[in-house]
């Protein structure tokens, strides 16, 4: 079946713009989670989503962050203002996400963000 | 808060020789799953193998093992026979089964296999 897909694959912008990353999980898959891969910071979580609670934005690393995911599915990770500091690729993982059981996360293959 | 270290930024192997890659990991939940994921230069993320911190055996997926020692904190990977194309990034991850199961990675080790 299909994979997660993300897009855009490369996403250039000037600092200051607002950029949106889009993402469609495996269906079926009721978690949905954002990462960001950078060289100085590794991997970090930014924000999950299960099923139509309330996200856990607890990994959002300011306020020009925010996500929103529509109809239990597609996530839209929104960065406002961006800063040279938010050049990174942007993963997306769904999962299972069942309670009590801990599931592999499926990622996409991520959107390449540089702010010039 | 969880942690998760991984000691070797880059490893060599020979072609068809087995390679251990180290991880340790810290939690105080004794609710916890490990993970190991493959980072090609291509940029996906691969999932590769799991554990569950209650699971009695060690897991194994084909030429991948997972070396699970509780009382030490590690979970260190195994790859059998080593394959040109495991030439990766290796991240190691944990997750707790409580709350929003978010992974939390380590910094991952760089595998090169030489022919």
């Given at each position: 079946g299909a994979g997660v897909s993300q897009s855009p694959s490369n996403k250039v912008t000037e600092k200051g713009k607002d950029v949106e990353l889009r993402c469609d999980p495996i269906s079926g898959h009721t978690a949905l989670y954002w990462y960001r891969q950078s060289l100085g910071q590794g991997l970090e979580f930014l924000i999950y989503f299960q099923g139509n609670s309330a996200p856990d934005k607890s990994g959002l690393p300011s306020d020009r962050f925010s996500a929103e995911r529509t109809g239990g599915s597609v996530s839209t990770l929104t960065i406002q203002r961006?800063?040279?500091?938010?050049s990174a690729v942007y993963l997306c993982a769904s999962s299972?996400?069942?309670?009590?059981k801990a599931y592999e996360q499926y990622f996409g293959p991520g959107t390449r963000l540089t702010v010039t | 808060a969880q942690k998760i270290t991984q000691t070797q930024p880059g490893m060599f192997v020979q072609e068809k020789e087995a390679v251990t890659l180290d991880c340790t990991y810290d939690t105080s939940d004794p609710s916890y799953g490990l993970f190991w994921y493959k980072q090609p230069s291509s940029g996906e993320m691969i999932f590769l193998i799991y554990q569950g911190s209650y699971d009695q055996q060690n897991a194994t997926e084909g030429r991948y093992s997972l070396n699970f020692q509780k009382a030490r904190k590690s979970a260190n990977l195994v790859i059998s026979a080593?394959?040109?194309?495991?030439s990766a990034m290796y991240f190691c991850a944990m997750t707790l089964v409580r709350g929003a199961r978010q992974l939390t990675f380590g910094s991952g080790t760089q595998l090169t296999v030489l022919p």
């Amino acid at each position: 079946g299909a994979g997660v897909s993300q897009s855009p694959s490369n996403k250039v912008t000037e600092k200051g713009k607002d950029v949106e990353l889009r993402c469609d999980p495996i269906s079926g898959h009721t978690a949905l989670y954002w990462y960001r891969q950078s060289l100085g910071q590794g991997l970090e979580f930014l924000i999950y989503f299960q099923g139509n609670s309330a996200p856990d934005k607890s990994g959002l690393p300011s306020d020009r962050f925010s996500a929103e995911r529509t109809g239990g599915s597609v996530s839209t990770l929104t960065i406002q203002r961006t800063q040279q500091e938010d050049s990174a690729v942007y993963l997306c993982a769904s999962s299972l996400g069942l309670a009590g059981k801990a599931y592999e996360q499926y990622f996409g293959p991520g959107t390449r963000l540089t702010v010039t | 808060a969880q942690k998760i270290t991984q000691t070797q930024p880059g490893m060599f192997v020979q072609e068809k020789e087995a390679v251990t890659l180290d991880c340790t990991y810290d939690t105080s939940d004794p609710s916890y799953g490990l993970f190991w994921y493959k980072q090609p230069s291509s940029g996906e993320m691969i999932f590769l193998i799991y554990q569950g911190s209650y699971d009695q055996q060690n897991a194994t997926e084909g030429r991948y093992s997972l070396n699970f020692q509780k009382a030490r904190k590690s979970a260190n990977l195994v790859i059998s026979a080593s394959q040109l194309g495991d030439s990766a990034m290796y991240f190691c991850a944990m997750t707790l089964v409580r709350g929003a199961r978010q992974l939390t990675f380590g910094s991952g080790t760089q595998l090169t296999v030489l022919p």
